[in-house]
């Protein structure tokens, strides 16, 4: 069964700061993968997917993620991040094929101070 | 263009009632899939419906139900309500073609069983 993993249930950062959100999957085929992103009393909004290809992988609002074969990894990158930023983030699996019943993570909660 | 809409935003029931759910996709967008997003539970798949034709489930018990009609709305039923299926339920509409995942989402209904 395909499973999603975000270790970090919070993470503070200052404005202007770099920012990485982890993200390990479990899956036995190539996956697909997305990071989506929820802001207060909204629904979820896509950042990125990636299908196959080039690992990384550059999505909307500045962020990127890498595609980590080896070590089962997603994760989620943005240079500096602006306070506008703050919201919830999923990472999220899918069946490769394009039949997509998706296994989300719990979520990493992004605080940016000013 | 007008985003996918869900309504109603807010909803109260109490334990054993129904209740129905509304999502209209985007124009065009002939896919509309389900979630339910829970403290406990997190994010989690119901299923996804396409040119009127349930095309995947998720692991939720049969009280769970759908349909989509001609026009791509969809609605979705749950019967004898618990207090566990307080929830947020947000839709989300895609075209429906492969490699074409949800992009765009409702910002839900609340769903509050007392």
């Known amino acids: 069964a395909q499973s999603v993993t975000q270790p970090d249930i919070h993470i503070t950062v200052s404005e202007g700061a770099s920012l990485e959100l982890r993200c390990n999957y479990s899956?036995?085929?190539?996956?697909?993968l997305f990071w989506y992103v929820q802001s207060p009393g909204q629904g979820l909004q896509l950042l990125l997917k990636y299908f196959s290809g080039d690992t990384l992988v550059q999505g909307i609002k500045g962020f990127e993620a890498e595609f980590k074969r080896s070590q089962s990894s997603f994760n989620l990158r943005k240079p500096s991040v602006h306070w506008s930023d703050a919201a919830e983030y999923f990472c999220a699996v899918g069946a490769s094929g394009g039949s997509y019943i998706p296994t989300f993570g719990r979520g990493t909660s992004l605080i940016v101070h000013p | 263009k007008a985003g996918v809409t869900q309504t109603p935003r807010y909803l109260i029931k109490t334990r054993g009632q129904q209740v129905t759910l509304s999502c209209s996709p985007i124009?065009?967008?002939?896919?509309v899939s389900w979630y339910q997003q829970t403290p406990g539970q997190g994010l989690q798949f119901l299923f996804e419906?396409?040119?009127?034709?349930?095309?995947n489930k998720g692991n939720f018990p049969g009280r769970f139900s759908g349909r989509q009609f001609s026009n791509s709305r969809s609605e979705m039923n749950v019967s004898t309500l618990e207090l566990g299926d307080s929830a947020l339920y947000l839709c989300?509409?895609?075209?429906?073609?492969?490699?074409?995942?949800?992009?765009?989402f409702g910002d839900g209904t609340r769903l509050s069983i007392l």
């Open positions: 419906y396409f040119s009127e034709t349930q095309r």
């Open positions: 899956y036995g085929a190539t996956p697909y």
């Open positions: 989300a509409s895609s075209s429906g073609l492969p490699d074409d995942q949800p992009q765009h």
């Open positions: 124009s065009g967008h002939r896919s």
